[in-house]
């Protein structure tokens, strides 16, 4: 019972995103003011309340892996950070000897991200590894790694990672402890807890992938079903080793063309480098991310859905490489990125969504990213969505921010939002996807557009006369973080507005 009590009261905490919808006052609506955690408000005055419950349960029983692992979160999100750290080591430690997998994988993430904040890299890579050992079917672990990697200035280590994420170590589970974790706090149903928990809790771990559709029912009698996809995941290079930079040139009448090597000036860190290669990319290497959550199962939400991805196969040509991947309560890759055919069309079809099904929008744009970022052409990814988001790990802002400083540009077509009255939690972001295209160099477009076929194909034309630059760097000034700047421009006499990746980290050593 204090265990009930205390989620809660976890739960009346928060999370709570805005998005500049409402206003707080300065102790928010209850007394005791609110906190600031991972981009989202608690209601701190509550904190107190879910710490006794959780502290009652364990006084009463030690053993209750669940309530320590909660307390070790609510400490991290209330900025007490060696009790968390205590708390979630021993959580992690009894629910590995008693073989509860989900509160163990939770708890090696949450260690993970606790250490991530406070720059201990290697125990939280170690962290994060434990996490994706004991559980391999989990998500969001792969994605916290990926992502540190990224930081930590690992990129191709780290874009492998996160693409492990969508491989067939993950296809066999219906629900990542995350989503789960996450659904315990905003869903709190008896029936629908304990069959989601028994769902996560006997997913079968190392099977490899069939090709075949498993449907299966949980013990409310909830019908879900998965699509197991055996294809290999590709990876690609870039032509040198080196500095990869993707710079579209634009003026007035559209892209510049026919510029060479010695048209640019790249800089790193402020100094000058010698490019050493320069290539029109002439192709498009696009991942599609596809809401398949339950807001667009209606009628008009599926209708919407066909009208952007047919407009979108009429601005491709036959050399562009296509990926897709869906956005539900997991990330599913639904094909792999191939030259445009068939294959595309039936992947689109294959992408239904669900009444039941909640939406990791941002998770699946990383994971989309990670398929065209080092790829032939110029890399993009296009988002269909409501914009709505409810069991990401990554909130939207992180996500942009992460991919702003990559350069990989996120273009939108805004599906009109439709909130399920069971989505009450404006929680995971506004649905605004304007703000997001732009933050990356992206374009928003708007669903109900009529020319919106058109226009996606002269976005997409432009795009193939973007440059790909290379250089290795030879004299930089690195900075603290680790973080070096980049600046491209054109050499004096040319006029042309030039938009290119803002940055990159050097390698840390491990």
Do not use: C
């Not at 930081?151 to 990672?161: I, L, S, V």
């Not at 879900?224 to 290999?232: G, I, Q, V």
């Not at 000036?265 to 290497?285: P, Y």
Request: aromatic share 8%; net charge negative; proline share 4%.
């Amino acid at each position: 019972m204090a265990t009930t009590l205390g989620i809660s009261s976890a739960t009346d905490m928060g999370p709570f995103a805005f998005g500049g919808r409402l206003e707080l006052g300065e102790n928010g609506p209850v007394a005791g003011g609110k906190i600031s955690f991972g981009g989202h408000i608690y209601f701190a005055s509550i904190a107190r309340d879910a710490e006794l419950a959780f502290r009652r349960a364990l006084q009463a029983d030690a053993t209750l892996v669940e309530a320590r692992l909660r307390l070790g979160r609510l400490y991290e999100v209330i900025g007490r950070l060696n009790e968390s750290q205590t708390e979630l080591v021993r959580a992690e430690r009894d629910a590995t000897r008693g073989n509860d997998r989900v509160t163990a994988y939770l708890a090696s993430l949450f260690l993970g991200e606790l250490h991530d904040n406070a720059g201990r890299i290697a125990e939280s890579e170690a962290s994060y590894r434990s996490a994706i050992a004991g559980y391999p079917n989990g998500m969001a672990a792969r994605f916290a790694l990926g992502d540190a990697l990224l930081r930590w200035g690992r990129a191709d280590e780290a874009w492998e990672t996160i693409r492990t994420a969508l491989g067939p170590e993950t296809r066999t589970a219906l629900r990542d402890p995350w989503a789960v974790y996450k659904s315990f706090r905003y869903w709190q149903f008896g029936p629908m807890l304990a069959s989601m928990r028994q769902l996560v809790s006997h997913s079968p771990l190392g099977t490899q992938s069939s090709g075949l559709e498993h449907t299966l029912v949980d013990s409310s009698g909830l019908q879900l079903e998965t699509t197991l996809h055996p294809a290999s995941i590709p990876v690609f290079k870039g032509g040198i080793e080196g500095i990869r930079v993707d710079a579209l040139v634009t003026d007035d009448d559209g892209a510049v063309e026919g510029l060479a090597v010695d048209d640019f000036i790249v800089t790193d860190n402020q100094i000058r480098q010698r490019i050493t290669q320069s290539t029109t990319a002439g192709s498009l290497s696009l991942a599609v991310v596809l809401d398949a959550s339950a807001s667009l199962s209606g009628p008009d939400g599926i209708a919407y859905l066909k009208t952007a991805t047919e407009a979108t196969l009429r601005g491709l040509t036959d050399v562009d490489r296509i990926a897709v991947v869906s956005a539900a309560d997991r990330v599913h890759l639904l094909s792999n990125l191939e030259l445009k055919g068939e294959a595309f069309r039936t992947a689109l079809s294959a992408s239904r969504p669900r009444i039941d099904d909640f939406t990791a929008l941002w998770d699946a744009v990383l994971a989309g990213s990670s398929l065209v970022v080092n790829a032939p052409g110029r890399p993009i990814v296009l988002v269909v969505s409501d914009g709505s988001d409810n069991v990401s790990w990554f909130p939207r802002d992180r996500t942009m921010e992460r991919l702003n400083r990559r350069a990989l540009t996120v273009d939108t077509v805004t599906i009109p939002a439709w909130l399920d009255h069971r989505m009450w939690d404006f929680a995971y972001g506004d649905f605004n996807l304007h703000d997001p295209a732009v933050a990356t160099g992206g374009v928003a477009f708007d669903v109900q557009d009529r020319e919106l076929a058109a226009k996606l194909a002269a976005r997409f034309e432009t795009l193939r006369h973007s440059y790909i630059l290379f250089y290795t760097p030879e004299r930089t000034v690195p900075q603290k973080d680790g973080w070096h700047d980049i600046k491209v421009s054109l050499r004096p006499g040319l006029k042309g507005k030039v938009q290119a990746r803002p940055g990159y980290y050097e390698l840390k050593r491990r």
